[in-house]
Nanobody
């Protein structure tokens, strides 16, 4: 059973920074899967924040483009989300996701989430 584990969340003041990390129990996740960070607040749908392909191509939600950076180190089996200039509206539980689209089905794994709170 593949496990994704996030870390790095916490309480930070507006304008501050945090770096989230995600690791997976299986090496093939980092070799083949696209990975991403999603976030969810109470009463709202989970939304994609940033994603990165196995080759390193990235995509961001508009609100994160100039402030967040997603990266991955396949050898270390780690994915990161560097978040700068954090705003109160970034407060959410952040989830790590790994996904691979086979011809007939999708393989998808999620972490348990890490809380990010931006508040003064």
């Amino acid at each position: 059973q593949v496990q994704l584990v996030e870390s790095g969340g916490g309480l930070v003041q507006p304008g501050g920074s945090l770096r989230l990390s995600c690791t997976a129990s299986e090496e093939y996740i980092f070799r083949f899967y696209e990975m991403g960070w999603h976030r969810q607040t109470s009463g709202k749908q989970r939304e994609l924040v940033a994603e990165i392909t196995s080759g390193g191509s990235t995509n961001y939600v508009e609100s994160a483009k100039s402030r967040f950076t997603i990266s991955r180190d396949n050898l270390k089996k780690m994915m990161y989300l560097q978040m700068n200039d954090l705003k109160p509206e970034d407060t959410a539980i952040y989830f790590c996701q790994a996904v691979f689209e086979f011809p007939t089905n999708v393989s998808e794994f999620w972490g348990q989430g890490t809380q990010v709170t931006v508040s003064s």
